[in-house]
């Protein structure tokens, strides 16, 4: 059995950040996870981020991503967008310099007893914690649309549960779903030789253009600063912002997806959705109807469809829930991450209801570890 501090739970940036700056100001920590397991397994190689090169993961402001890249030799404009495979090579370098030992294990069950925590490994090892901090992983809260069980498993898939495009050479791609990743996936399939893609959203086609994210450092800073920066500002106040977010994240699309896109194989359907979908009773393939009446045939159907907060389905935390207050899926916080379980605290995109749409970003990480720490540490 191992006792600890603090016991970090998840290996994404998230964790790292808090990890890292824990350990800086002498809290005993144990990382579980698997380092930058959903970026490595869960996006495809290829794909780009929509962040600038001043977003990293240090909380001390020391190993940054532009540290990381000046001792690569690496200057912004070489990196622009910044490939995934950059970041994961600096998500190592930050781990590699903060001295952070991550165990490559899975959190089977989380447990709360006389103030201290529980967590059983699926390897049967078992961690004894003063404090948890949680960065639940985003594939826990896949969104899927209401006609998907239409569809056979084998033949449709989330964004996230289909990383690998080498397969679907000569094939016919339905692409459910209109914002950033829809049409990043859509040129990717292209790349990889797919015959023709089809995109169907609901909305206008989003317009292309680059997306200036300063604005976004202001509240983040303001998060550190301000006691309950988010959740003090007035509704009308949140509701400014969000468009502004909105606007940069969901409505804006990136200027570097235009000529990738440039291909009579890519075929747009703005203003429809799905409105059945048949299997064919031989072979792979789906008769799909759209709501403007036109029928199309495909061989794979992805689901651009996003995320829905739903804590309760973070398996780990199965025998915390019922003391863990959610609304709308999202847990309540305090003005340091904490749940309604004392002791315990969740980020990333699970905060983003009381803290904020940035931190759904990398870009709220080094924020995060801040406050988390600095609670941990005026603890008795």
């Known amino acids: 059995m ?35 397991g959903f970026w490595r397994d869960n996006m495809p190689e290829g794909m780009f981020l929509r962040s600038g090169s001043s977003w990293h993961m240090d909380a001390a402001g020391t190993h940054t991503l532009p540290a990381f890249l000046q001792q690569r030799g690496i200057t912004p404009t070489d990196i622009d967008p ?33 103030g201290r925590f529980a967590a059983s490994l699926a390897d ?16 826990h809260y896949t969104n899927l649309p209401e006609w998907a069980s239409a569809a056979p498993p084998g033949l449709a ?16 791609v339905l692409i459910v779903g209109g914002r950033q990743s829809a049409y ?22 989003p317009r292309f253009d680059r997306v200036d994210w300063a604005f976004v450092d202001a509240h983040v800073e303001r998060t550190i600063s301000v006691p309950g920066y988010w959740r003090h500002l007035s509704q009308p106040e949140q509701d400014k912002i969000s468009r502004q977010f909105w606007a940069a994240g969901r409505l804006t699309l990136e200027h570097w997806l235009v000529p990738r896109l440039e291909w009579d194989g890519i075929h747009r359907w703005p203003g429809t959705e799905v409105a059945g979908v048949i299997p064919h ?29 739903d804590l309760a389905r973070v398996p780990y935390l199965a025998s915390l829930m019922s ?27 699970s905060a983003s209801r009381d803290f904020g749409p940035f931190f759904g970003f990398v870009k709220g990480a080094p924020a995060a570890a801040t406050l988390i720490v600095r609670d941990l540490l005026s603890r008795p």
């Open 124 to 139: 049967g090892e078992q961690i004894v914690a003063d404090a948890v901090m949680c960065a639940p992983g985003i594939r």
């Open 82 to 114: 910044i490939p995934i495979a950059v970041f994961l090579d600096y998500a190592e370098w930050f781990r590699e310099q903060k001295s952070i030992d991550v165990q490559a294990e899975t959190i089977a069950d989380l447990t709360q007893s006389d």
């Open 184 to 205: 990043e996936w859509a040129a990717l399939l292209r790349e990889h030789g797919v015959a023709r893609v089809d995109i169907v959203h609901r909305h206008a086609v």
């Open 323 to 349: 003391r863990i207050v959610c609304v709308d899926g999202f847990p309540v916080l305090d003005e340091s991450f904490g749940t309604s379980v004392a002791g315990l605290y969740v980020t990333g995109f």
């Open 281 to 309: 009773s031989v072979g792979d393939e789906l008769d799909v109807r759209l709501s403007n009446s036109e029928r199309l045939t495909v061989d794979r159907i992805i689901y651009a469809s996003g995320y829905r907060a």
């Open 2 to 36: 191992i006792t600890t501090e603090l016991l970090v739970v998840g290996a994404g940036p998230y964790a790292l950040s808090t990890a890292g700056l824990a350990r800086e100001r002498g809290i005993d920590t144990v990382v579980v996870g698997h380092p930058m």
């Open 157 to 172: 898939a989330h964004t996230c549960d289909l990383v690998q495009f080498r397969t679907l050479a000569g094939a016919r």
